[in-house]
């Protein structure tokens, strides 16, 4: 119904900058909202931003100020850009679409914060 696909992981040093795409096709994408979640080694995933479909976002208090989530329509695209990045920023990153009646999940992409 819906298929999600993250890109524009990869290694950054402390400080730097990378920006998430998340692709969704297979519905409507417009009405859905999006979120991006993170799960690093030993620990549940955790909501890092969300979107609805009229733009209204929500940041978890760590990435507050330093990320920043957004939505194009027209693309069917979700992205997220991440500044200041820290170390402890690193984890795996997921794209998510709340599609009632489904809960959907792209496949992941790894971002490492380290020197």
């Known amino acids: 119904q819906v298929q999600l696909v993250e890109s524009g992981g990869g290694l950054v040093q402390p400080g730097g900058s990378l920006r998430l795409s998340c692709a969704a096709s297979?519905?409507?994408?417009?009405?859905?909202?999006m979120g991006w979640y993170r799960q690093v080694p030993g620990k549940q995933r955790e909501l890092v931003a969300t979107i609805t479909s009229s733009d209204s976002t929500n940041y978890a208090d760590s990435v507050k100020g330093r990320f920043t989530i957004s939505r194009d329509n027209a693309k069917n695209t979700v992205y997220l850009q991440m500044d200041s990045l820290k170390p402890e920023d690193t984890a795996v990153y997921y794209c998510?679409?709340?599609?009632?009646?489904?809960?959907?999940w792209g496949q992941g992409t790894q971002v490492t914060v380290s020197s």
């Open positions: 998510n679409a709340d599609a009632p009646p489904e809960d959907y």
């Open positions: 297979g519905s409507i994408f417009s009405i859905y909202a």
